[in-house]
């Protein structure tokens, strides 16, 4: 008999894999793991911070010349302040924007106001602001990683402002748990695997050899936004789970959800144990 309470437990017997770059205090982690569920957190992908050239530190600190800064992650604000020379002593021009509000309460632990949109914490919904409705003659510095989505810098472009990228890691595949993954998944150990972003779901696809991902056609994935959803279906992912954002709440209440209604199924061979 379970010494936990399932009412108050609701992923009690749910095992699930969490692929994202390793972090210190991972909240959703200690969410789910408070909710009964048992984590594997293997990552799957890593992010390796680029030295900052000359071009970039003189952007960061010249910062007051930009109208406006938008960051795209938490790791492109986390590593952004350690460069701007002090956060707290920022002038009000450039006005300051996050993709998602994550990112903007990195920020704002600072003391740097970021404005987000709310309501779909996309590159879409950001320029979806009223803030960028008119932006010609505008000079805007987006901060990001190497090799980012073009969304931002060509819509903005088309609407007449003046953009520069500031690019201050590096997204990379970590391969240090290639061979864990492939047998906890093969030994079907894992009803759903977790990927906060569709950089991290690619980076885990592609260290799955054909036997590996025979298996994730079997399981479920949660991601974070239609992107990455259509990731997972066009590679033939079995139930993809999309939550409304990569928030710790949004990815809990997204999976407390879908484990609800699917957890009488769990003696079907389609969910593993």
């Known amino acids: 008999m379970s010494l936990v309470d399932k009412s108050d437990a609701p992923l009690t017997g749910l095992n699930l ?7 210190d205090n991972d909240l959703f982690e200690q969410l789910v793991t408070g909710l009964g569920c048992r984590v594997h957190a293997l990552p799957a992908m890593a992010i390796k911070p680029l030295v900052p050239d000359g071009l970039a530190c003189q952007l960061l600190a010249g910062i007051s010349r930009f109208h406006k800064v938008i ?11 350690q460069y701007i020379p002090d956060s707290r002593t920022l002038p009000a021009v ?3 924007f996050a993709v998602g509000e994550s990112t903007a309460k990195t920020l704002q632990e600072a003391g ?5 949109p709310a309501d779909n914490a996309t590159s879409e919904g950001l320029l979806a602001l009223p803030a960028f409705a008119r932006v010609r003659g505008e000079q805007i510095l987006i901060v990001r990683g190497e090799g980012g989505r073009d969304t931002l810098r060509s819509e903005l472009e088309q609407r007449g402002a003046a953009v520069t990228f500031c690019e201050l890691y ?13 047998r906890l998944l093969e030994a079907g150990a894992v009803q759903v695997v977790v990927a906060h972003s569709i950089d991290v779901l690619r980076n885990f696809l592609q260290l799955l050899d054909s036997d590996s991902l025979e298996v994730l ?7 974070p936004s239609q992107g990455a959803a259509d990731l997972a279906l066009a590679r033939g992912c079995g139930d993809v789970i999309q939550a409304q954002s990569a928030l ?5 209440d997204a999976l407390v959800g879908w484990y609800t209604a699917n957890s009488p199924n769990f003696s079907n061979p389609l969910y593993p144990h």
């Open 17 to 23: 894999l969490l692929v994202r770059p390793e972090r």
């Open 71 to 81: 960051v795209v992650s938490g790791n492109a604000a986390r590593l952004a302040l």
């Open 94 to 96: 450039p006005a300051w």
């Open 112 to 116: 740097v106001r970021a404005i987000f």
């Open 170 to 182: 590096r997204r990379e595949t970590d391969s240090t748990h290639r061979l864990a993954i492939k």
């Open 217 to 223: 056609h079997r399981i479920a994935v949660l991601v």
């Open 248 to 252: 710790p709440a949004s990815m809990v």
